[in-house]
């Protein structure tokens, strides 16, 4: 059985996690707007992998007998200076929502709680690749600056790895 103060707190992360997949379907409409489709994909596919880990979220929450809390989703921004903006603004968020769950990390600590200590750990871990791959392109596009090119390349890149993520995901369920 789940505190209530490490429900509400799992709630509160569930409905971060929502808003991801919102935040990242607003940025995947900006890259769709610019005809950047390989870009789209990517945070499309980034879209999908946020819900499945509200999912975990919400089923883990009922596992342990707790009751799920949505709230209002906040509406993303849609627009942004360049694809560095963009990418700039998604390492951003992935860094908050990595604090996030190490807040929770340490709340299950503070708990003793053992189960959710380690159901978080996943997270923890796919915090670490989040931030990586986003830092990447963002250094990626910091290099490519203001060449057609070189932009045309690397939508060309992120559209075959969500490609990729695509299956992954479709052979998780």
């Not at 870009?39 to 007998?65: C, K, T, V």
């Not at 769950?101 to 380690?118: G, P, Q, S, W």
Request: proline share 2%; hydrophobic share 40%.
């Amino acid at each position: 059985m789940l505190s209530e103060k490490m429900l509400g707190a799992l709630n509160e992360q569930l409905n971060k996690e929502l808003f991801s997949a919102y935040f990242y379907l607003g940025i995947a409409a900006y890259f769709k707007d610019r005809s950047l489709d390989g870009f789209a994909s990517w945070m499309e596919a980034q879209a999908e992998e946020e819900l499945g880990h509200a999912l975990r979220i919400y089923d883990y929450i009922f596992n342990r007998g707790g009751r799920v809390e949505l709230e209002r989703i906040e509406k993303p921004k849609q627009t942004f200076e360049s694809p560095l903006k963009a990418f700039e603004a998604v390492y951003l968020h992935e860094v908050g929502v990595t604090q996030s769950i190490f807040k929770l990390v340490d709340l299950a600590r503070e708990e003793n709680d053992h189960a959710t200590y380690n159901f978080l750990q996943w997270f923890v871990e796919e915090q670490v690749e989040e931030e990586a791959s986003t830092k990447a392109i963002v250094d990626k596009l910091k290099i490519i600056g203001d060449s057609p090119q070189g932009l045309f390349m690397l939508d060309r890149e992120l559209g075959a790895r969500s490609a990729q993520l695509r299956a992954l995901l479709t052979q998780e369920t």
